[in-house]
């Protein structure tokens, strides 16, 4: 189930959880223990230290995010490293080094069944007693009604915002519900990326700057370029999966010289301090490469252009 975007309300019948910016996983304990990401590719073995204390909870489907903690907030740079890793011995090492937490919000069966037709306030109800926490595996806390105090309130300890949930919504799998509202405190957006600015300097073997855009009625839609916010690993990491070709994939291309256009196969999650009315990023800075997303969910209903 998806959220969509909204701005600090408060209202009855409604309650607000802390935003927790990590890995969206659905950890299905049915036959074994398998942990999936949102495109539900398998990531169990990359987490062996959640896998290994859900062990234990037969019958249950649950919804949650993956993060790693510093100074008690989600730290996005140390999570980005366990994201991509494919070495047994390096995720075993951090795994013990730097274990990440999932961060159970809601669950889907229990003791084999489906409670999705449930509503929200007796679903967690339900996961407080399925799930054992422990110090890899939490329940997320929640209050109720007063989502602007909340929302204020999570800003001052460094979490990005809050989810509005419904008391009474339903889970449904796949939908982009309204009864769902993420709100933040800057605009982040997953784009694709069509093309790149050759680098200079230290970024020669690399590139200066990606291009960025979000699909309408199945044409690309240039947004804007990020060239800050990049790690030496990471400009690696994106420039290895470079696939150039001959024409813009944008329906209208910018006129920038130095560019190689490539297949839009690849998303990326930028900060910007807002979307400008002609659609155009103001201040984007790269955040991570999001293997978990298709290029076709990116669109410009869902960044509010």
Not at 43 to 68: H, K, M, N, Q, V
Not at 214 to 238: H, N, T
């Amino acid at each position: 189930m998806l959220a969509v975007s909204g701005k600090p309300f408060s209202s009855e019948g409604w309650i607000f959880e802390p935003k927790i910016d990590g890995t969206r996983c659905i950890a299905s304990a049915m036959n074994g223990l398998v942990l999936q990401n949102r495109r539900l590719v398998n990531i169990t073995f990359r987490y062996p230290e959640i896998a290994e204390t859900l062990a234990d909870a037969s019958g249950c489907i649950f919804d949650g995010e993956i993060a790693i903690f510093s100074d008690g907030r989600p730290d996005f740079a140390l999570l980005s490293e366990r994201e991509h890793l494919m070495e047994k011995l390096r995720i075993d090492y951090l795994s013990r080094a730097r274990p990440a937490s999932f961060v159970v919000f809601d669950i889907l069966f229990a003791q084999g069944k489906s409670v999705m037709d449930r509503p929200l306030v007796e679903r967690k109800s339900i996961l407080s007693q399925e799930l054992e926490e422990s110090e890899q595996v939490t329940l997320i806390d929640y209050f109720p009604e007063k989502g602007e105090k909340y929302f204020q309130a999570a800003l001052k300890v460094g979490i990005e915002g809050v989810m509005a949930k419904r008391a009474d919504s339903v889970y449904q799998p796949g939908v982009r519900s309204p009864d769902w509202v993420k709100i933040k405190k800057q605009v982040k957006l997953d784009l694709v990326v069509g093309g790149y600015i050759q680098g200079k300097g230290s970024r020669q073997p690399y590139f200066g700057g990606l291009l960025l855009g979000a699909y309408r009625s199945g044409e690309l839609v240039y947004v804007g370029r990020v060239g800050s916010g990049f790690s030496e690993q990471e400009l690696q990491m994106i420039s290895g999966d470079f696939e150039p070709i001959a024409e813009p994939p944008f329906s209208s291309p910018p006129r920038i010289q130095g560019v190689v256009w490539l297949k839009p196969k690849s998303v990326v999650q930028v900060a910007a301090m807002e979307v400008t009315e002609n659609g155009s990023l103001r201040a984007p800075v790269f955040l991570r490469a999001r293997e978990d997303k298709e290029p076709d969910e990116c669109t410009l209903d869902q960044i509010k252009m």
